[in-house]
């Protein structure tokens, strides 16, 4: 048989069991097992970090956030969106993999019309035509939950047609109960259990997900944003066409623009950059300091320019919300900031529900403390990078061991906060936001209390309580897990008992889904299969009895020792 064959068997296979709920979990399951696992081996095999072990450290976190993207790109569902939600949380995963999921967008292949038109059908009825005159088969965008489709109205609008994918939900949730396995996972065998609310942070997932795949949600808050800045007057925000939506189908307004990082756009059009920037800074400005619900995914693909200037947001479907106490949360944390307090920076981190209930605050303190005192003689930018790195390393030793962990509103939050200041700055390079922002945060802040007192000092040097005391704290609570040390003996034994218990976890579950494989095959007569899957349950049962033979040896040598 050729080479090539066999790939292309291999690939017809793969598309085969896509929606087959074992082998999405094993897969899910294995590559969980196997990041773990290689964490684990290099982690035993370098007990000294010099600078080219965190150099290889890093190489390796390439590596394994480059092998997430691209199966998560070929396997679609969960894995594309749980790699987008933790693009955000840069409160416990590593820089170097951030920007490796930061990339990870949803490549997935368009949907056939065929499918699109069968729920199209089911949802409005038998006789299509009696809503549309025209549907272009061929979509305009295709994503891991939706497929958009141009086409115009019986009455003659010009519409984005936005269809759920065939059987993503049935994926989503076949997806979730893997994701319970894997949150089990990493709370027995990694650090992530002590560090992290998982059980909160699997809830979160489950429910941002949950609400995607409802149109009907993205409908609602489509409106929101139109009853909140239709009066905006070079701000668009789609019209909805409420009576052709359901929970799988999204009407709206065709927006006819080009993305709003396109420069030549703005030349070929004598539009006006300074303008154009102040509009959206207004516009984002309003939902980031002021309580209500807040354009969580504002890329330039999301964020549309007309030719008469005018800024058109689509994309509803990632949507945080800020709620009042959160504003007055912050309000004091910026407060303690400026008066030096810094008993009321962590009243107010434990109020907005940063620090989890175990977490030393004495300790946390005195690390904001030494950033502050670090940042208050010079922005980022005067910092040389040895200095920013001893910082960087004395401050993640500390989140390493405390339980900080960003609620997901502030961690979507912060992700749109740079998003937007980067599309800002890409328009505009020479804007000033401490120009344009003063006036709000004064009106934000208001005039009452301990404000009313440090007003002027606020105002006169903006600059360092507004950007660069909240800016270093940020930095510093979203940095990850990195340049870990590990040189105790103790600790050494414990990650050996933890790495032998996860490869006997996996091995275990090989058996049985080898097991299982086996079984399946009588049902549907395929008798390569079933050689296949007892194969499997043979060989991991081999080696999960080596592994607790291996397992059983080390512990009696150090019972022996005493260790």
């Known amino acids: 048989m050729k080479v090539g064959n066999i790939g292309t068997e291999v690939i ?33 095999l370098h007990s000294v970090w010099d600078e080219q072990t965190k150099k290889k450290w890093n190489n390796l976190l390439y590596k ?25 949380r840069t409160d416990f995963l590593p820089d170097v993999f951030i920007q490796e999921l930061t990339g990870l967008v949803d490549h997935v292949p368009p949907m056939p019309f065929e499918n699109a038109e069968k729920i199209l059908l089911e949802d409005w009825g038998k006789n299509m035509e009696e809503h549309v005159k025209y549907i272009k088969k061929q979509s305009v965008a295709s994503a891991s939950i939706g497929e958009v489709y141009y086409g115009i109205l019986k009455g003659g609008q010009e ?24 949150f089990w996972i990493l709370k027995v065998f990694t650090n992530f259990g002590k560090k992290a609310d998982l059980k909160a942070l699997y809830h979160e997932l489950v429910t941002v997900m949950e609400r995607e795949l409802d149109y009907g949600q993205e409908l609602e808050f489509g409106q929101y944003f139109t009853e909140r800045y239709g009066d905006m007057e070079h701000i668009h925000i789609p019209h909805f066409y409420e009576e052709l939506s359901t929970r799988r189908i999204l009407v709206m307004e065709w927006i006819q623009g080009e993305k709003i990082t396109n420069t030549e756009f703005f030349v070929n059009n004598r539009l006006n950059r300074e303008q154009i920037s102040k509009n959206l800074f207004d516009f984002y400005i309003d939902q980031f300091l002021n309580p209500g619900k807040f354009h969580a995914d504002p890329h330039a693909g999301n964020i549309l320019l007309r030719k008469d200037g005018t ?15 959160d504003t007055d949360n912050f309000k004091l944390l910026i407060q303690g900031f400026i008066i030096d307090n810094y008993d009321i920076v962590i009243d107010a981190l434990d109020k907005m529900n940063f620090l989890l209930p175990h977490a030393n605050k004495k300790k946390i303190k005195e690390v904001i403390i030494d950033a502050v005192e670090m940042y208050s003689a010079g922005s980022l930018k005067n910092l040389n990078t040895q200095t920013i790195n001893q910082v960087f390393d004395e401050v993640s030793e500390v989140v390493k061991e405390q339980p900080i962990q960003l609620p997901a509103d502030y961690a979507y939050l912060l992700r749109a906060i740079s998003i937007v200041v980067g599309i800002l700055y890409a328009i505009n390079p020479e804007i000033d936001i401490v120009k344009w922002g003063k006036d709000e945060i004064k009106d934000w802040f208001g005039m009452k209390s ?26 510093f609570l979203e940095s990850g897990e990195r340049d870990r040390v590990w040189d105790k003996e103790k600790l050494h034994i414990k990650m050996k008992h933890q790495y032998y218990l996860l490869l006997e976890v996996f091995s275990f579950i090989m058996v049985v889904a080898g097991t299982f494989i086996s079984i399946y ?8 299969i079933r050689y296949t899957g007892w194969m499997i349950a043979a060989v991991f049962l081999i080696l999960l009895n080596i592994l607790l033979l291996f397992h059983r040896s080390m512990i009696r040598k150090q019972n022996k020792k005493g260790v």
């Open 12 to 44: 017809g296979l793969r598309k085969l069991l896509k929606y087959n709920f074992l082998y999405r979990y094993v897969v899910i399951i294995t590559l969980t097992i196997s990041f773990i696992t290689r964490i684990y081996v290099f982690l035993l």
């Open 64 to 88: 394994l956030a480059r092998k997430y993207r691209e199966t998560a790109e070929r396997l679609g569902g969960v894995l594309i969106k749980v790699g987008q939600f933790l693009s955000t």
């Open 159 to 182: 519409v984005a047609i936005k269809v759920r994918r065939y059987r993503i939900e049935e994926v989503f949730h076949k997806d979730f109960v893997a994701l319970r396995m894997v």
């Open 311 to 325: 800024v058109a947001i689509i994309d509803f479907g990632m949507i945080g919300e800020i709620k009042k106490q």
């Open 450 to 475: 301990i404000v009313e007192s440090v007003t002027k000092q606020y105002v006169k040097n903006a600059t360092d309580p507004l950007l660069s005391y909240p800016r270093a704290l940020l930095n």
């Open 521 to 528: 095959s009588y049902t549907i007569g395929e008798v390569a």
